[in-house]
Every structure is written in C-alpha cells, then in structure tokens.
C-alpha cells in the first residue's frame, strides 16, 4: 500500500514548486465509474481540491504583497549603505567607480552640496523617532554598518560585506516575488479547471437523470398496457 501511494505520488504532475496540477477529466462516464456510479464522492473531491487551491492562492498572495513592501526597502537600504561605501573610499583617498552612484535615490543625497564639501563636512542625516517625527544626527563613518536582520536583532557589517549581503537578500527576494507571481497564474488555471470538472460532472448527471426519469414513464406504461389487455380477454371469455 506504501509503495502504491508512493508511486502515484511520483506520477503526479506538478509545477516546479510542487504544486499538483489539476486533471481535467475528458470522459466522465469513465472518469465516475459508468452510468450507475454515483457522483457525491465525486464532487465532494473537487470541492476539497478547489478549496486547497483557494487556500494557496490566499497564502501567495500575503506572501506576494509581504514581498512588493519588503523589496523596495532593501533597494533603498543598498543604496544608503553603496553611498557610505563611496564617501568613505574618498575619506580614504581611494578609487571610487561612480557607475556605484546610478541610482536617482543617491542623486538626492548629493544635490544640495559639492562633492569637495561634503568630503570635509560629517555626514547628517534625519532619523525616525515616531510615524511624523524625525530627529538630525551627525554620523562618525567607521567603515561599518548596523543592519536589522529582524526579531529586533541588529548587527554590525564592514561596508562591502553589507553590500554582499543586501545585494544576495534582494536578488533572492526579486527571484521569490517571480515564483510567487508564476505559483499565482498557476493556481488560478488550476482552479479554473477544476470548476470546469465540477460543472461537468454535474451537467452529466443531469443527463443522466433525465434519461432515467424518461426510461421510468416509458416502461411504466407497459404494466398498465399489459393490465388492461388482460381485462378485455377476461371479460371476453365471461
């Protein structure tokens, strides 16, 4: 029994993230059992399935918009941390590759002073105390970063492996947001069929319905036909 499941979880078709794709059922004479087999079993699956592809599609989308808020966060904190990067490799009187200041967020930063003045004044900058309150702060360039990692856990990073690991959580971000929206399409072609299925079965049974109700007149005329003839021979022979 063990290995019979096992193997027909194996055949299973499902999509890259191991969500099962939906059969769609093309004969549901055969699908059901015949023309006898009764379908509530039938239906109460479909049900089931339809819910469970419901549930993901919820799940995916909480996920999907935890994901839309978190990216741009990230963005703009790389680009923060690049700027420091950059301001202190000219403290240092070190190379800079300006192709690192692309964003038009870090444009922002330098548009009301030079570059020559901000090298010699400190870095200030505003930082949240409330939703509408903001406090100015002096920053002392260490050539380190405090990052949040989340359950109120703060740690400190050298600059570049800051950028390293901003850079590798974004990617892995971005690349999470493409699989959810790619999961999301698929649910939704899943759970398409799946009603397509249910309608199906149900239309069938109508049918069948049908046919049976006017199998039931036909054939009840006869015992009535049969009676009566047998009245008119009995009155005959009196």
Known sequence: MATAASSSKGQMETNPRGIPKAPFVADVDDYVGGKDAEIQSTMKKFEETTAKY???EISL?????ALLGKI???EQTL????????RRKKSLGEDVVE???SDDDLDDLDEEDNEEKKEEEPLKTLFELNDTLYAEAQITETGEVGLWLGANIMLMYPLQEAIDLLTNKLSTAKKSHEETVED?????????VMEVNFARVHNWD???RR????????SGLLPSQRGDGKDDSDDERD
């Open 54 to 56: 419901r549930y993901m």
């Open 61 to 65: 989308q909480q996920r999907r918009k």
């Open 72 to 74: 741009p966060d990230m």
């Open 79 to 86: 680009q923060v941390v690049k700027f420091l990067q950059i």
């Open 99 to 101: 192709e690192a200041l």
């Open 184 to 192: 999301l399409e698929f649910l939704r072609e899943q759970i398409t």
């Open 206 to 208: 109508v049918k069948r």
């Open 211 to 218: 046919e049976k109700g006017l199998i039931g007149q036909q």
